[in-house]
């Protein structure tokens, strides 16, 4: 396989458009890696999604996304690609600590998201975590501070951060919160201020939600920079 020059692709997001006049259909239009486009072939993924083809480019672009699609539109490669580009083009190494996180309301969309990361990031030399609970602390904090990309829920994403004195997020470039309804109503609301207040105002936020409530505004007012609105709508 032939060595991919970064810089190549650093120019080609550039010349990239936000928004482009014709969506793309199929990934290999998008100035991806070589690692995404063959983890994309490998988990059989060809054609993007409405909500994917929306959001990638803008994403890729740095700009933050708020995203509104519901449940089966594909919501998950709509910020798992921009995640894995975006560390990427950065030549982000194990050395760099934690550069993406993920959270999620529940266990099981947790655990669904980072089998989707495993599958479609697998030829990336990322280390990525799981932090759900079910271990102890312990357990998750020896290996919290190995980790590049986390897909964690807020209240348990919280204790690490109060409780891991050496828990370094200074470097963390991208926050993604999906299915932030979700995350709100079940009390997660006070979790996630505190967690977005630990770390660095320079990132890129992308936040996907089924619905737009006050909750949600407050949110995205406080954690999201000039968003991309990104939707997908009902249609027959
Ligand atoms: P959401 O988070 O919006 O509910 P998911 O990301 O879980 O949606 O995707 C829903 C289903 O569609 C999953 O089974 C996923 O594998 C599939 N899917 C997502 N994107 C694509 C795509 N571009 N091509 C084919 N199938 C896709
Ligand atoms: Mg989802």
New binding site residues.
Partial sequence: REVENVDDLIQKVNDLEAKPATPPQD?TELPLSQATQSGLEAS??????T??SSAIPAALKGRDILGA??????????FLVPVLENLYRRRWTEFDGLGALILSPTRELAI?IFE?LRKVGRNHAFSAGLVIGGKSLQEERERLGRMNILVATPGRMLQHMDQTADFDIGNLQMLVL?EADRIMDMGFQAAVDAIVEHLPKERQTLL?SATQTKKINDLVRLSLHEPEFVSVHESA
């Avoid at 059989?44 to 999604?49: G, M, N, Q, R, S």
């Fill in positions: 990934f059989h993924f060809k054609k993007l999604t909500i994917q699609a519901k449940t089966g539109s594909g919501k998950t490669l709509s669904q989707v999906d996907f």
